[in-house]
Each structure stands twice: as structure tokens, then as C-alpha cells.
């Protein structure tokens, strides 16, 4: 019932710039951390950055002074800014969510994935 659906991505001349988006819904108590995961072609997926319920941010080194992200907990929406883009962030990009559904009896955490959405560097 609780899917997180995110917004196009698309292609982006280098050094250009491009924000995604990512909207959770359904039945939902409680969304915890967010993040946005990649994968490139013959790669596996890693970690872009993430964002607790608060403000706490985490970024991996290649993105970190280029790459944003940032919520908006009354839309249950998390952003990634990205700037300054390389041929090299080409990549399936995924939304991540540890959601606590709403549930019966039960207040367990569960890890939701978008189903990703390409962004392409290049000229």
C-alpha cells in the first residue's frame, strides 16, 4: 500500500543541474530516514546521500558540495539537488524510505524503494 513514486529524470548537458523528487503515500504513522541510492550500468547500487527526520544529512565524498538533498515533511517528500553534474552520475537513481506503516498492533520499520528513475549526463 505505501509506495514512494519520484519524478522524471532526464538528460542534462555536463555542468548542468536537475532536481528530483520523491513523494511517499499510503497508509503511513511515521517516515524515518530518506535517501537516494544510484546505480550505473555494470555497477552496484550505492549510496548518494540521506536525510534523518530532522535535518541530519549524509553524503558520499564524490557528491558531497555538489549534491543537496532535503525534505518536506508535510508533503512526505524528499528532494536530491544535484549541480555541477558529470558524465560520470549517469545512473538509475532510487528513492529510499524507512517507513512505519500504519498497522495493527505493530509499529515495525520497513525499508521502501522507489522504482528508479534515469538520469543521463552528457552532450
Known amino acids: 500500500q505505501v509506495q514512494l513514486v519520484e519524478s522524471r529524470g532526464g538528460l542534462v548537458q555536463p555542468g548542468g543541474s536537475l532536481r528530483l523528487s520523491c513523494a511517499a503515500s499510503g497508509s503511513i504513522l511515521r517516515i524515518n530516514r530518506m535517501g537516494w541510492y544510484r546505480q550505473a550500468p555494470g555497477k552496484q547500487r550505492e549510496l548518494v546521500a540521506t536525510?534523518?527526520?530532522?535535518?541530519?544529512?549524509n553524503y558520499a565524498d564524490s557528491e558531497k558540495g555538489r549534491f543537496t538533498i532535503s525534505r518536506d515533511n508535510a508533503k512526505n517528500t524528499v528532494y536530491l539537488q544535484m549541480s555541477s553534474l558529470k558524465p560520470e552520475d549517469t545512473a538509475v537513481y532510487y528513492c529510499?524510505?524507512?517507513?512505519?506503516?500504519?498497522?495493527?498492533?505493530?509499529?515495525?520499520?520497513?525499508?521502501?524503494w522507489g522504482q528508479g528513475t534515469q538520469v543521463t549526463v552528457s552532450s
Open positions: 529510499n524510505a524507512h517507513i512505519i506503516p500504519m498497522a495493527w498492533r505493530s509499529q515495525n520499520e520497513y525499508d521502501y
Open positions: 536525510i534523518s527526520s530532522g535535518v541530519t544529512t
